[in-house]
C-alpha cells in the first residue's frame, strides 16, 4: 500500500464569475520513507498541492488516499484530525507565535491531538524534540530572539511533535541564507534516514532536489517528469 495515492486530481478556484483551473489531472503516488522534492516554476501549483496532500483543502475532483484511507472526500473537520494525526508542516515564514518560547511553540499542536499526554510528558516530549534539532540551549528564547534557522528548527520540532508519518515542507528555505538552508536541508535528510519519516519538499529552488532522492516536476497543474535522484 502507499502512502500516499492521488488520482486524476484536478482543482480549480473560483474567483467570482472567473474559473483558474490549477491542477489539472494529478496522479501520483508515494511510499512511507520517501524523501521527494515537488519542484516547479512559481504559480505552477505546487502549494494548491501540498495543500490538497496535506489535507488542508480538498480537491474539485480525483480521488486520495492517504495511509489507505480515502481523503478527497472528508469535510473540514475531518481533514483536520487526519492533519493532527499523520501530517506535520514547515513553512517559508516559520509561522511561530511570537512573544511564546521556543518550548511553548512545540508544545502548542499537542492540544489539538487525541492522545492526551500529560502536561509533563508534553512538556517533556517538546523538550527532547528541541534537543534533536540542536536548540536545547534555547528552549526558552522566543522567536524575536532567535536567527531565522533557529525558528525554522523550532517549526521543525514542533512539526514532529505529534509524531507525524509525513512531513511537508512549503519553500522552507526560502527565508535563509544559503549555509543556513543546507544545515536546514540536512536535518530534513537526517529525519527522513533516522527515523524513516516520509519528507516532501516543496519549492521552486532546483539547488534543493540534491537533498532529495526523487524528484517530480509540476508545470501548469500538470507532472512532467518523476525521477529518481534530481531530476532537473
Ligand atoms: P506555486 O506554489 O507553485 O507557486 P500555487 O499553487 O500557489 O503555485 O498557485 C498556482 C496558481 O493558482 C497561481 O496562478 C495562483 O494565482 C492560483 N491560486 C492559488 N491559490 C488560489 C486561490 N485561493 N484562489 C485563486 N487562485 C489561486
Ligand atoms: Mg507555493
Redesign the pocket.
Known sequence: MHLIELQDIFKT?H?GEVD?P?LKGITLNVDQGELVALM??????????MNILGCLDHPSSGKYWLDGEEVSGLSTDGRALIRNRKIGFVFQGFNLLPRTSALENVVMPLNYSSENLTERAGRQRATELLERVGLGDRMHHEPSQLSGGQQQRVAIARALVNRPRLLFADEPTGNLDSKTSKEILLMFQRLNQEEGLTVIL?T?DGSIAQYARRTVR?SDGLIVADAAGDAS
Open positions: 478556484y474567483l483558474v490549477v516547479g516554476a512559481s504559480g505552477s501549483g505546487k502549494s494548491t498541492l516543496v521552486h509540476i
